[in-house]
T-cell receptor, first 113, second 116 residues
């Protein structure tokens, strides 16, 4: 069973380029999340979704957009990449918001030059 | 707002030593959940344990044990007889049941290095 799958695993972008990170989960989870991980900062929530067709802002949403058109997929978009968006991005999903653990993808390492 | 503090940024121990990773949290909710995750050098995040605010029993799983104390708002993690394979970044996290809609909030992590 795949769990949470992120695509791509690595990417290098030039400043100003756009891209979409794909996240797919096969556990029928309602909740999905995008986090970024930077050295010394832990994991910070970018955006999240509480169900198909819904999205909400997290702690660091600026410069990112998301969409949840299908329950199993959660897309993270960068419209105009900046070097400050160089990070490792993790997608996660959970059955509910509070009491169940989140399952994480393997991460996407993004470098913006 | 909820907050998780892991004051230890990096810890280095010699194999077979015991080590405790500290986690202090802040919340106004009476119902909340605490989690520990492990991130080995390969990068993935692995769930270790979940504890709800009404269950203060300590938990032991093999060499791992967790001490939850509501009086000090702490949820500390101890590894007994550490091994090189325990080298990883460990994250403590908190979710609140009622205060807003914010999902899981993570501490900044503690990097544990176990030296052979």
């Amino acid at each position: 069973n795949a769990g949470v799958t992120q695509t791509p695993k690595f990417r290098v972008l030039k400043t100003g380029q756009s891209m979409t990170l794909l996240c797919a989960q096969d556990m029928n989870h309602e909740y999905m999340y995008w986090y970024r991980q930077d050295p010394g900062m832990g994991l910070r929530l970018i955006h999240y979704s509480v169900g198909e067709g819904t999205t909400a802002k997290g702690e660091v949403p600026d410069g990112y957009n998301v969409s949840r058109l299908k329950k199993q997929n959660f897309l993270l978009g960068l419209e105009s990449a900046a070097p400050s968006q160089t990070s490792v991005y993790f997608c996660a999903s959970s059955r509910d918001r509070v009491s169940t653990e989140a399952f994480f993808g393997q991460g996407t390492r993004l470098t913006v030059v | 707002a909820q907050k998780v503090t892991q004051a230890q940024t990096e810890i280095s121990v010699v194999e077979k030593e015991d080590v405790t990773l500290d986690c202090v949290y802040e919340t106004r909710d009476t119902t909340y959940y605490l989690f520990w995750y492990k991130q080995p050098p390969s990068g993935e995040l692995v769930f270790l344990i979940r504890r709800n605010s009404f269950d203060e029993q300590n938990e032991i799983s093999g060499r791992y044990s967790w001490n939850f104390q509501k009086s000090t708002s702490s949820f500390n993690f101890t590894i007994t007889a550490s091994q090189v394979v325990d080298s990883a970044v460990y994250f403590c996290a908190l979710s609140e049941a009622y205060s807003g809609n914010t999902p899981l909030v993570f501490g900044k992590g503690t990097r544990l290095s176990v030296i052979a």
